[in-house]
């Protein structure tokens, strides 16, 4: 298996002049940088549309991609947009910072003005687009125009008629809504059109794309609305049980996350076509697909809904292998990697196994009593080759901030392992990262919080938090030519350098 390294920098961390990282100029930018640095991948987070708490792992669909991360500067390259209107519209002052309220009025109003402008009626890719995608595209762009119409209220609070999607009710608010549902329809369009672009960039280059995908969708999602029965719904569309994870040392009343859980009995009588379907989508969009709590397919977490908090919920089985063994008939061996972080039972090591994919092994882990799982696991000589080796991950602290807040006891074990009583602790984070590139798994994805030595300022999530997360931006001079070269070096020594 060849040895290969990567980069994690989710597409809004990316530099940008218009308050979030998109598809623009510096995205083109930082595939050359990778190239240069000698990387193989770019791992991103979800690039679906964002809803309340900007997480990418909450969307309102599993097939939309996300309007904030469609270039400004390629619509007034097309004309709809003057590069005089985008440079007026205030997305806020910091550079290293998102501000989504901003973002959802200047981005949406700009977007809105370059669709009337567009004609895109007229335009036969447009239509092509319609066609090709209508399987998710008209139920998605429909719920959109209907939550407007709404107020952005969740669909369970609609009316009755269009919350069941009666078809009278169906029939009167496309014909109402008929601009509007054009509107969110015109947004995937450009959205799939500059991703592709970007995508087939990165490609040429010899970088390849590690895109990520949560298990669950979010309950306020086109999904959830247009597929009831896949999911654990009542006769009146309300869920009775949600998703979440148990209390562990990181959070003493577990993780309430909301997400409806699957019917898999519903899924497993269509021989799981809406997850061959879901990951067909998702290998049309990234090279590799890192599936978001794994664990969940083995047994799954299920909390009663309207709880609070996640301490009354309880284990039920998933579908474990079958599922993975229909993808595989259906779409043929494809690059999965298993987020089988966590709490690990037997049952869920033999399901990681028994697919063949590769698990996540997480270093901060391995010193961390606050962790659940097995901690020897986590440690950088127990890795086996079929396993992709982080320093943390988008949930975790930075590399910099977690060896701080760790214990004397916890930091004193991280020297002892490294054998290292002489670098300063201000930079032992690189020491942590060659400890990993030398590593024997095969692929080794760092983020680039960590290659910059920053502390939790440069956090992306921090888990059962809302408000402040999902903000961090890299700035355009932390794209060191030294840092490249410093990447470029030690990928190189351990032998995962792209030569491509």
Known sequence: MQRSAGILLPISSLPSPYGIGCFSQEAYDFVDWLKEAGQTYWQILPLGVTSYGDSP??????????????????????????????????????????????????????????YSRSDIGHNEAFTAFCEKNKWWLDDFA?????KDRFEGKPWIEWAEDIRLRWQPAMDYYR??????V??????????????????????????????????????????????PGL???????????????????????????????????????????????????CFELYDVVRIDHFRGFDEYFSIPYGSETAVDGHWEKGPGIEL?????????????????????SDTVRQLVRDSGFPGMKVLEFAFDSRDTGSASDYLPHNYPVNSVAYTGTHDNETLVSWYQTISDAERAMVRDYLYDYATPDEQLYKSMI?????????????????????????????????????RWRLKKTQLTKKLQKEICQLTTRYGRKNWA
């Open 57 to 114: 792992y909450q969307s309102f669909s599993a097939f939309a991609g996300n309007p904030y991360f469609i270039s400004l500067d390629a619509l007034v390259e097309e004309g709809v947009l003057t590069a005089a209107e985008c440079k007026k519209a205030n997305f806020g002052r910091k550079a290293d910072d998102i501000d989504y309220s901003r973002l959802y009025t200047e981005r949406g109003r700009l977007l809105r003005l370059a």
């Open 142 to 146: 429909l719920f959109m125009a209907v």
């Open 175 to 180: 014909r109402e809504l008929y601009f509007e």
């Open 182 to 227: 054009e509107y969110h329809k015109y947004l995937q369009f450009k959205f799939e059109e500059q991703w592709r672009k970007l995508k087939a960039y990165a490609n040429s280059k010899g970088i390849q794309i590690i895109g990520d995908i949560p298990i669950y969708v979010a309950l306020d999602s086109a999904d959830a609305w247009a597929n």
């Open 231 to 281: 999911f654990q719904l009542d006769k009146d569309n309300i869920p009775t049980a949600v998703a979440g994870v148990p209390p562990d040392g990181f959070s003493p009343t577990g993780q309430l996350w909301g997400n409806p859980l699957y019917r898999w009995e519903a899924h497993r009588a269509t021989g799981y076509q809406w997850w061959i379907t879901r990951l067909w989508y």
């Open 324 to 344: 993975f063994r229909a993808v595989e008939q259906a779409l043929g061996k494809r690059e999965i990697i298993a987020e089988d972080l966590g709490y690990m």
């Open 434 to 470: 060659a400890l990993i590139l030398r590593s024997a798994a095969a692929r080794c994805i760092i983020p680039m919080q960590d290659w910059l030595g920053l502390d939790n300022a440069a956090r992306i999530n921090k888990p059962s938090t809302v408000g402040q997360n999902w």
